[in-house]
T-cell receptor, first 115, second 116 residues
Framework: GENVEQHPSTLSVQEGDSAVIKCTYS??????FPWYKQELGKRPQLIID?????GEKKDQRIAVTLNKTAKHFSLHITETQPEDSAVYFC??????????????FGQGTILTVHP | SAVISQKPSRDICQRGTSLTIQCQVD?????MFWYRQQPGQSLTLIAT?????????ESGFVIDKFPISRPNLTFSTLTVSNMSPEDSSIYLC?????????????FGPGTRLTVL
């Protein structure tokens, strides 16, 4: 089955700096890669996603890049703010077949943005 | 926007008992899933809740321990049976909405279970 590795496990940055979180996946058939933000005591929230037919996607201060050949994808947050502090999870899944929709998550990254 | 709710939000249970968790959505969904998040850990898929048929379980999870029902397009239950302290976790349902063509999954608020 799919295996997703996420790095780093913790990331500390100063407000205004950029933050980058990286994930690798094992199953070359995976074609959907969402990122979730989970604040303490809250549910995971979908913040951005990317499909395998796209190399990069951007939404304001957040961007995600995908390298299918190398089987890795990354989350980029620019101009970080204290409210970006949370745990971020990457995930991978298939959009067809018997494994449709089954998300395999990375281990999570605790992002702390210092004012 | 659509609302996903779970009941109960939290519970403290005794070893050997069972707890049924409900997941209710206010609009039709195509897919419903159940995940477990152990304290300080990532999310692990338990099973896919199939409407009108048996759930599809992931490796390491069995129907006798985690029976699941999904009687219609907007509701599912997960039962944690014969609980032990190792079952203490947050249990979350996730859904893919009928009108979504982009495979996005959204999570319920979770049920925090503590087993003594």
């Amino acid at each position: 089955g799919e295996n997703v590795e996420q790095h780093p496990s913790t990331l500390s940055v100063q407000e205004g700096d950029s933050a980058v979180i990286k994930c690798t996946y094992s199953d070359s058939a995976s074609n959907y890669f969402p990122w979730y933000k989970q604040e303490l005591g809250k549910r995971p929230q979908l913040i951005i996603d990317i499909r395998s037919n796209v190399g990069e996607k951007k939404d304001q201060r957040i961007a995600v890049t995908l390298n299918k050949t190398a089987k890795h994808f990354s989350l980029h947050i620019t101009e970080t703010q204290p409210e970006d502090s949370a745990v971020y999870f990457c995930a991978a899944s298939l959009t067809s077949g018997t494994s449709y929709g089954k998300l395999t998550f990375g281990q999570g990254t605790i992002l702390t943005v210092h004012p | 926007s659509a609302v996903i709710s779970q009941k109960p939000s939290r519970d403290i249970c005794q070893r050997g008992t069972s707890l049924t968790i409900q997941c209710q959505v206010d609009s039709q969904v195509t897919m419903m899933f159940w995940y477990r998040q152990q304290p300080g850990q990532s999310l692990t898929l338990i099973a896919t809740a199939n409407q009108g048929s048996e759930a599809t379980y992931e490796s390491g999870f069995v129907i006798d321990k985690f029976p699941i029902s999904r009687p219609n397009l907007t509701f599912s239950t997960l039962t944690v049976s014969n609980m032990s302290p190792e079952d203490s976790s947050i249990y979350l349902c996730s859904v893919e909405f009928w009108e979504s063509s982009y495979n996005e999954q959204f999570f319920g608020p979770g049920t925090r279970l503590t087993v003594l």
